[in-house]
């Protein structure tokens, strides 16, 4: 197969669809979701046989338990991936929304007008339910799609790809509205990256080394998470009922999603109030603490059975660890927070525990990232918890898009004019 | 010098100034940008001699007349220009604003708080009203500033920038807020364009070639504008009192700038009824005529005096002429027209001429460009036209801003969150 040749008929179809797919009604990409939701349930036992096929090459090929644990697809999987389908159907449909007409002394009305980004490309890794939930997402918003799925993921992603495009067929809708690239060969993604004519977007899903080298490579925008190093800075003024409650949920929800606290600042004023309860509590979850000189001596000083404490180093505070670990410091006070903050940050989430007006006011201004939160647990980041309805990913860019993206940042805004035969003096 | 270090050094210096033009009071602004506008009028004839300069330097080096016409600044110029200041001064701030905050089922209040972008890199030609105008826009907005203009107007830009850091310095904001690149070596080009660890984000203003190579070499986003191949159509039920009126004033009304008609669509329906006027009125303005077979037998047959007529050629429908020339093409109808549009045009900006209702909000949803216009002339395209008061350029980007870029295209929108101690379930 030639890969380039191949790519450039992907891209020449995904621009041709991506007219049809602008234009379409909402009704047609509604009964279009909700066709492929039906096809995905009927068609579970060939799914489910497609990644049995994945799997048995997968531990053939000796891929790490991680890996494997998130190519499998569950009878219940299936089921979810179906929901998430309908779910999508019944958000409101961005397309076509006009907003803040106002007019002009020339007598033109001016507004702006949502609309499709038009195809986007998204590389993600072996994790078969991707598939389904970003095809959804960009049928709603009217995209065309390329999707490059990770290729342990091969024969599962087909089958839901013959989904997606009966159920784009049956919706008079393109079947080429989404294509699934059908080639493991790597030199597909480096040509997906640089079609600038037919591919507007690149939406990169996956390890941060994969995303670096996309955004370095691209000749085509990219909205991308990098890390999510995230932190929780206890204010001199923190509700005390506040404190514990939060960086347990920030910090030990879960260890391996973006939105986890990886970083505690404290207060000096406060912190041989706060810090020995932090410790119990991780010690007992068994969460190691990278701890500054000065935390480190409160928390050795406050004797907790099993706490396990290390020094912290200069890159404990760049670090995302995705694990049970926190790294702790003892800050001056909010100015020396922000400070901190902005400069390790990876700018996914913050958030400040004050009972503060104008210090809390100043973290949510003055802290550049893309969720700021005030007395809220940092796992609140999310599509979902934002009433979004789902996401494509997290943003952690500054333009276009930032913080979880929904069907929104899958479009963008035009002007339109509405004139009565004016012309520019 | 070392450019790289230098680079460097003005990349650190903005980074760092970046936090404090982000959080500068809305008055800081202002008198910055007010007191900006005093000292360039106060040092008018500095500016003036340092133009001068500038101008013998860019006379002895043979320059073309429209290059050296561009580059000369007049009493005048510097009047504008601190009128441009002020008037930026004058304009609502956009940052802090507050909008779409929303309760969520777990009691977190969600919603967007915008901000700057960070750190802006222009690159602009040798015209020095755009230094004090970038300058302006991006004080207002909140961003830190790197400036790089061409090299001809070295001591020009030089004056400005005294002015621009006095007026920075006298508002307690700091002086690195904008700074003038004083170097006029290329290699500090491609530094700015690769430096994401403190540029946000690039804006060149000029011609195709160097947006290009910047958009193939930049690290960094890129708000771009390419070619304004912009088009006007005359449907089938166009009203004939607004049939010449637009097209006259979209393709003559000025010939250089980017909202310019450079091709004219017309449905057969009506090409009889509507071509020969317009080519009466063209031929009196000495412009040349490229049609297709078609339109051009129908303007040969209306036999008009001093009429240059060419038969066009595929190039003619990717033209921006930027000169006394119109493409002319006949279609069947609205459908291919919104065909040929999308093909050929550079999605800046389109307009239809219609008295039909479907018709003209189809045009309106499927030109997929940046202004798309019923019945005014494309000349409209413009950021004080639209209401932003002052533009930094026209994108013809799809990602963040499209079309006219203000202060608004300068800044993005983050989350925040108001919690009351919520944690995620």
């Known amino acids: 197969m030639d890969i380039q040749q191949y790519m450039q008929t992907v891209g020449q179809n995904a621009r041709s669809a991506s007219r049809a797919m602008a234009s379409a009604s909402t009704a047609a990409k509604n009964t279009a979701l909700n066709t492929i939701a039906r096809l995905v349930r009927e068609r579970s036992t060939d799914l489910l046989a497609a990644n049995a096929r994945d799997l048995e090459q997968a531990r053939a090929d000796g891929l790490e338990a991680a890996m494997i644990d998130r190519l499998t697809l569950s009878a219940k999987g299936v089921e979810s991936m179906a929901q998430g389908l309908e779910q999508i159907a019944a958000l409101p449909d961005p397309i076509g929304e006009i907003t803040n007409v106002k007019r002009r002394p020339s007598g033109i009305q001016v507004g702006h007008m949502r609309v499709p980004l038009g195809v986007i490309g998204i590389i993600y890794e072996a994790r078969p339910n991707v598939t389904a939930d970003a095809a959804g997402l960009c049928i709603k918003s009217g995209n065309a799609t390329i999707l490059r799925g990770g290729k342990e993921a091969l024969h599962c992603n087909q089958a839901i790809a013959a989904c997606v495009r009966d159920g784009l067929a049956a919706a008079g809708l393109p079947a080429t509205g989404v294509q699934v690239i059908e080639t493991t060969d790597r030199a597909a993604v480096g040509a997906l990256i640089t079609m600038p004519e037919y591919v507007d977007v690149i939406v990169p899903r996956g390890g941060k080394g994969l995303i670096e080298r996309i955004s370095r490579e691209a000749r085509v925008p990219v909205i991308k998470h990098l890390d999510g190093n995230c932190h929780v800075y206890i204010d001199d003024d923190a509700d005390a009922a506040k404190v514990l409650p939060i960086v347990e949920n920030a910090k030990t929800q879960r260890y391996g999603t973006c939105n986890t606290a990886e970083s505690l600042l404290v207060a000096r004023s406060v912190a041989r109030r706060f810090l020995p309860d932090i410790g119990r509590m991780l010690a007992r ?40 670990i926190l790294a702790i410091k003892i800050v001056a006070g909010l100015d020396e927070a922000i400070a901190h903050i902005n400069k390790y940050s990876s700018q996914h989430t913050e958030a400040i525990i004050s009972e503060n007006y104008t210090k809390s006011m100043r973290f949510l201004r003055e802290v550049d990232s893309a969720s700021v939160m005030i007395n809220a647990s940092t796992r609140f980041a999310d599509g979902f918890e934002y009433g979004l309805g789902a996401e494509i990913g997290i943003s952690t860019d500054k333009i276009h898009a930032r913080g979880p993206v929904g069907l929104e940042g899958l479009t963008s805004q035009k002007w339109i004019v509405f004139g009565n035969g004016e012309v520019r003096a």
């Open 285 to 324: 979850k068994e969460n190691e603490m990278h701890a500054c000189a000065e935390s480190l001596a409160i928390l050795k000083a406050a004797d907790i059975p099993g706490a396990k404490l290390v020094e912290a180093t200069e890159q404990d505070w760049y670090e995302e660890y995705l694990a049970p």
